[in-house]
């Protein structure tokens, strides 16, 4: 860290001349100035806010063309392309709105391929996603339309994006794909929202832009942005929830002076066993976190580089988690809460470090990461110094893409991505549950988009990728497995803007090599309480996708509708036998022919005219999962209907009351399940929170309290890995969160070019 600090300061002094840039943010309809309106250069993550009279500065170095992300309450965002040199006394019109629209994105190099996508996406803030608090960001993610959350506990969960998670899902982390053991049931997307501003979901086998497995989806993570400017920024943070007395500190700084950012985050959690509706404590439930990141960005004329460096570990119990196939009551659930260590037990610790260089052309941009990932899972069973199972997984990946600009109204990305595996077990640990192996995976793409006209752009895209496993002799064998795959997908689409209503139709592919823990599993998995072999014949899964969208919205009103339509040749699953092995039910691991994915998404949000500080925003989700036989497919999540009312306070004192929020959120009954799968009921939950902001003349800050399941409703959600069990969620649950916050202008005596 020091390290940093020091070429933080010699590249200030190296980066000490720029030049300001200045303009104006006004009222479309009537040409009056907009105060402390928010000016962001989108290639640079860092930007300005407008002064009182709605000027606004940028005393930053520029690339020749760039992106302005124009935004204001009160008003729609806006997006616009402008170069440099007209970037003096240069004005920028916003449009009046009481609702906040979200702009379609694809997150390319400069975060922003065109507002219009023909891509089924949502984009949340993660602000947006906590108006009522979470636990964690896999539970934040699962407010998201079309998303849920697959959860062991508290302490772990993972996305579940239209019915499919795991290795069907890819989680990317500012351009890199996160790589850490995700075919585990009990298994986190070892990512940690500490630092995470902004979640963009891309839903269905319709990205050609981040490869092979994500035949669910896509879960896009971007980081905070760098402060303003010339202003240095500390914050504080504090969350306790009552539930499991859970509590979680962190801080932030950021720093920019002229054409050098730099952010520093950490924090730590802490969670004991969480309670049940009956008042006793899920024994084991309780999880320990700590996690560092770090950020420096950097440019000069047309090149923009970032440094970014994270640690995540998780000490994580595991519920339920037993050597005994039927495990006793007593053994699963406690009168009394507990943090202290315990087992059986999960240590899951995760570095992350990457280079991202930007280049910016008259008409085209260029961008080139790599990245490197070493993640080491311990599980502790019988002893506390030995490991049962270790593994490390080391990752060294690649990412560049060339964007070109504007061609006669067309813009075209070329890219190759792909990474070199290597996953080895210890020699200290007791079994081998995955055989050591090395992986290579290697793609390339290009997509069009074309502007037809002044309502209508179309997207379409090929990418082709292949993929090698090469699985290493144990003892008592003779000779390596090496596994390859190969395949050739396509998107494409429609979207047809006009007045107010919008329309989207894609059509595409997508696929997934088998994982080798499907190809070779031969032994118990404790933590799913199972006897799994697999199978060297499987093939790859194949997908196909229709996905359908329609918008309306006007000042007061919006709403979405995006029905689907799925299919995946040679879905893998796991068929339980009439077999017992070592004490466990024995599954295998087997394949459909055809599998089928139907459903909608639905998103409403409304905020009334004569009643401005009210708003009402909802979505409702459902699917339909079926293979060639018509026979019901394991693990579909329940139909969810959440309903959200906010309503926005105002006031003169210093601790402002901001906003009253409850929310409810419908479960509807599952019962179309597999044999050995257990049904689930329908139940709701209601939460309710309050948010102040606190301002003074040199702190800001926010307080949040509310409470979770007001109800206490005794529930198990059908995804929980802990339902065979019977092992209810958690109950009532209070939480109070405070955010302290310096932001401070750096006085600078330099001189302006």
Not at 337 to 362: C, D, G, M, W
Not at 614 to 633: G, R, V
Not at 694 to 704: A, M, P, R, T, W
Request: charged share 15%; glycine share 6%.
């Amino acid at each position: 860290m020091k390290k940093i600090l020091i070429l933080s300061v010699l590249l200030i002094a190296q980066y000490s001349f720029s030049q300001d840039y200045n303009g104006t943010v006004i009222d479309k309809e009537n040409n009056q100035s907009i105060p402390f309106a928010s000016v962001w250069v989108i290639e640079l993550n860092t930007g300005a806010s407008c002064l009182a009279n709605g000027t606004f500065s940028l005393p930053i170095s520029l690339p020749n063309v760039v992106h302005l992300k124009v935004s204001a309450v009160g008003y729609s965002s806006a997006t616009i392309t402008v170069k440099k040199e007209k970037l003096s006394n240069f004005t920028i019109a916003l449009s009046p709105s009481h609702i906040e629209l979200q702009e379609m994105e694809i997150s390319t190099s400069t975060g922003i391929l065109e507002n219009y996508s023909v891509t089924s996406i949502e984009s949340k803030t993660l602000a947006e996603l906590t108006t009522i608090s979470t636990t964690s960001l896999g539970q934040a993610i699962g407010n998201i339309s079309g998303v849920y959350s697959n959860s062991t506990g508290n302490g772990i969960s993972k996305p579940v994006i239209r019915g499919m998670s795991g290795m069907r899902i890819s989680t990317y982390l500012n351009g890199l794909k996160i790589e850490n053991q995700q075919w585990g049931g009990d298994h986190g997307i070892g990512v940690d929202a500490l630092g995470i501003e902004k979640v963009e979901v891309i839903k269905g086998a319709s990205s050609l832009l981040y490869g092979s497995d994500a035949l669910g989806g896509v879960i896009y993570l971007k980081e905070a942005e760098y402060t303003e400017s010339n202003h240095l920024e500390a914050s504080v943070n504090s969350q306790f929830e009552s539930n499991s007395l859970g509590f979680t500190n962190g801080f932030s700084f950021k720093l920019a002076k002229k054409n050098i950012r730099f952010n520093l985050f950490g924090n730590q959690t802490s969670h004991a066993d969480y309670q049940i509706p009956s008042e006793n404590y899920v024994f084991n439930s309780r999880f320990n976190g700590q996690a560092i990141k770090a950020a420096l960005g950097m440019n000069k004329n047309n090149w923009v580089g970032n440094i970014r460096y994270s640690f995540i570990t998780n000490e994580l119990g595991i519920p339920g988690h037993t050597h005994d196939s039927i495990p006793l009551q007593e053994d699963l659930f406690k009168e009394t809460t507990s943090r202290k260590k315990t087992l059986p037990l999960q240590v899951n610790s995760t570095h992350y470090i990457s280079a991202e260089n930007k280049f910016f052309f008259e008409n085209s941009e260029l961008k080139f990461t790599l990245g490197y990932i070493s993640n080491d899972l311990q599980e502790f069973e019988e002893k506390v110094t030995i490991p049962g199972i270790e593994m490390k997984l080391n990752t060294l990946s690649y990412n560049g893409m060339w964007n070109i600009k504007k061609i006669k109204n067309h813009s075209i990305i070329f890219g190759a991505q792909g990474n070199f595996q290597s996953n080895t077990n210890s020699p200290k640990a007791e079994e081998i549950l995955l055989r050591n192996l090395s992986a290579t995976s290697h793609g390339i793409f290009s997509l069009i988009h074309s502007k037809w006209n002044e309502f209508t752009q179309t997207q379409i895209g090929i990418r082709g990728d292949l993929n090698e496993f090469d699985i290493k002799k144990q003892v008592n064998e003779t000779e390596n497995i090496t596994l390859n795959y190969q395949s050739l997908n396509y998107s494409a689409g429609i979207s047809y803007t006009r007045k107010k209503h919008a329309f989207r139709v894609n059509i595409s592919s997508g696929y997934r090599p088998p994982h080798p823990i499907e190809s070779l599993a031969n032994g118990v998995h404790h933590s799913s309480r199972r006897f799994e072999i697999g199978s060297l014949s499987l093939k790859p899964e194949y997908a196909n996708q229709l996905d359908f969208s329609y918008e309306y919205s006007n000042e007061h009103v919006s709403f979405i509708v995006n029905p689907y339509f799925s299919v995946i040749r040679n879905y893998v699953y796991l068929a339980f036998t009439d077999s017992i092995s070592n004490g466990y039910p024995v599954v295998n691991y087997r394949q459909n022919h055809l599998t089928y994915f139907y459903g909608g998404e639905a998103t409403f949000h409304y905020h009334p005219h004569f009643l401005h500080n009210l708003h009402l925003e909802s979505n409702f989700t459902y699917l339909f999962a079926k293979d060639e036989n018509q026979n019901s497919i394991s693990a579909i999540p329940q139909p969810k209907l959440m309903a959200l009312i906010t309503y926005d306070l105002k006031s003169t004192h210093k601790l402002i009351p901001q906003s009253l929020a409850i929310q409810n959120t419908y479960f509807g009954e599952q019962s179309r399940v597999i044999e050995n799968e257990i049904p689930t009921v329908a139940y709701n939950l209601l939460d309710i929170g309050a948010n102040w902001k606190i301002k003074s003349k040199k702190l800001e800050g926010s307080l949040k309290i509310g409470a979770k399941n007001i109800f206490n409703s005794d529930y198990i959600n059908h995804l929980s890995e802990l339902k065979p069990l019977g092992i209810q969620n958690p109950g009532r649950n209070f939480y109070v969160t405070l955010n302290l916050t310096i932001n401070q202008k750096i006085k600078s005596n330099e001189k302006n070019n």
